[in-house]
């Protein structure tokens, strides 16, 4: 699994007290006592629940965002990249409520009783410890995997444009005016996008396959490519006559998208489907 992660950690905290029954943390981004943070977390909650009459859902520093989910006696809380899908996160929250419920608290008894005989000692909650551990890693696993193949599906549309386009029926001085015309426009873009600098170019296309979909998210490379796919057609545009432009998005872009539209829109179902069915 790559060092890229969603979910930086987690705590389970007495709502009130502000006691910490069970801190995990997961990135060394996470640089703070997780002990001591807690009470924080849990008077950050009954301030603004108090001051304002709303429930506090997330609240974002400058870099990482802390989304809360609460009962009348615990409050389960996240600190979660700026990237990572809320909905996500407010479901696994919710989720883990209900399971620190459901096994932590014994038959016949109630959560205010478990608080009350709790002495403090996190040791008490290891098996919900190593649930939350658990859960989280299923999510960064199977979130890579969804992304990479994302990233992979990307990669695989955008080569095919890109070749779509340079299939453009025109001369090879025009093709090859429209190579160097679109690395000229790319330079603009290498410092944003600094993988763009190694792919090759030339008339047959661009070579988008061979960037690694690890070392680049999602979102970034999709930005990039777009922007290469507009830089590309202006280019092609700039050079060839109207008809010619006309014709290549007729007979050779608009076919491939529609062949390829209803697996792209299976693939984007699943990427929902498959992160909530822990």
Not at 36 to 43: E, H, N, Q, T, V
Request: net charge neutral.
């Amino acid at each position: 699994m790559s060092s890229k992660r969603s979910i930086l950690g987690v705590w389970v905290i007495e709502r009130g007290s502000g006691r910490n029954l069970v801190s995990r943390a997961y990135s060394d981004a996470v640089k703070l006592d997780m002990d001591l943070i807690a009470p924080f977390l849990s008077a950050t909650h009954t301030f603004i629940d108090k001051a304002s009459n709303e429930t506090l859902r997330t609240i974002d520093t400058e870099t990482n965002r802390y989304v809360w989910e609460a009962n009348d006696y615990l409050l389960f809380v996240m600190v979660v990249a700026k990237a990572a899908r809320i909905g996500h996160m407010r479901f696994m929250l919710e989720y883990a409520l209900n399971e620190f419920m459901k096994t932590q608290v014994p038959e016949g008894s109630d959560i205010a009783d478990v608080l009350e005989n709790w002495h403090g000692r996190t040791s008490t909650f290891k098996k919900f410890g190593k649930f939350i551990d658990e859960l989280v890693a299923q999510y960064e696993e199977t979130d890579e995997v969804l992304v990479a193949g994302k990233s992979m599906d990307c990669l695989e549309v955008m080569s095919h444009l890109f070749r779509g386009i340079m299939r453009v029926k025109t001369t090879k001085a025009n093709k090859r005016k429209i190579v160097n015309r679109v690395l000229g426009l790319m330079e603009a873009m290498l410092d944003r996008y600094p993988f763009l600098k190694t792919i090759p170019i030339d008339v047959a296309g661009i070579e988008v396959l061979q960037i690694d979909v690890y070392s680049v998210s999602y979102q970034h490379l999709r930005d990039a490519l777009e922007e290469l796919f507009r830089l590309l057609a202006k280019a092609t545009r700039e050079i060839v006559s109207d008809k010619a432009y006309r014709d290549m998005v007729f007979n050779e872009v608009m076919p491939y998208v529609k062949r390829d539209i209803k697996r792209l829109q299976t693939y984007a179902i699943l990427d929902d489907v498959i992160r909530y069915m822990f």
